[in-house]
């Protein structure tokens, strides 16, 4: 899994850059 911030920023819809860690908690719960 590559971390891109301009990914995780588009797939969340939000222009702050989300942690990886936060993204996997996310999917996870």
């Known amino acids: ?3 891109s ?3 995780v920023s588009d797939a ?3 222009p ?3 942690s990886v860690d ?3 908690a ?3 719960a």
């Open 12 to 14: 969340s819809g939000l």
């Open 16 to 18: 702050e850059p989300i």
């Open 5 to 7: 911030n301009s990914l």
């Open 22 to 24: 936060a993204l996997i």
């Open 26 to 28: 996310s999917m996870a």
């Open 1 to 3: 899994m590559s971390s």
